[in-house]
């Protein structure tokens, strides 16, 4: 009997976020403010076999090549998943992302009175890496400690 295989569709030109940690795609989506209702073709695969991980999550997006803002907040949320930028059905681009040691606003600190939060100064969010697994962040500011789920939450706010 012919072995059976899962083949999800090409892209001719966008991205593909691959070996995303498993049951984190639809987080993925949300903070990268992808919901397909404006007419690309998006391929999600969720719990997808994998020989280095077991289970992973892999995105498929037409036309969407991502900044470095949405790269840090993937990170944030997968970090080592792998990117490829596709072009005329082939990669064109690939890489692993990799955590940063510090993000520079990409999402507001949640603690209302730290100073990055004030109208009246010119101040950017700052966070520093102080933990990859589990994920944990800490502003730079006033300290505060936020933890993956909250993360997961204010990304997904923006």
């Known amino acids: 009997m012919a ?27 949300n903070i990268l403010g992808l919901d397909g209702k404006d007419g690309r073709l998006i391929t999600v695969g969720i719990n997808v076999s ?10 498929k997006v037409e036309r969407v090549f991502l900044n470095n803002d949405q790269l840090n907040q993937i990170s944030l949320i997968s970090p080592n998943c792998t ?16 955590l940063p040691k510090r993000f520079y606003g990409i999402f507001s600190c949640p603690n209302e009175n730290c100073i990055s939060n004030s109208e009246r100064e010119p101040v950017k969010s700052e966070f520093d890496v102080i933990s990859e697994n589990p994920i944990k962040i800490k502003c730079v500011y006033c300290n505060r400690i936020l933890f993956f789920e909250e993360i997961a939450n204010i990304s997904q706010k923006r």
């Open 83 to 98: 990117i490829s930028y596709i072009k005329d059905f082939k990669v064109d681009r690939k890489f692993i992302l990799s």
């Open 50 to 59: 994998s020989r280095r991980t077991g289970k992973k999550d892999i995105i």
């Open 3 to 29: 072995e059976l295989t899962l083949r999800i569709e090409k892209i001719r030109e966008g991205t593909v976020i691959d070996h995303i940690s498993a049951g984190k795609a639809l987080t993925v989506l």
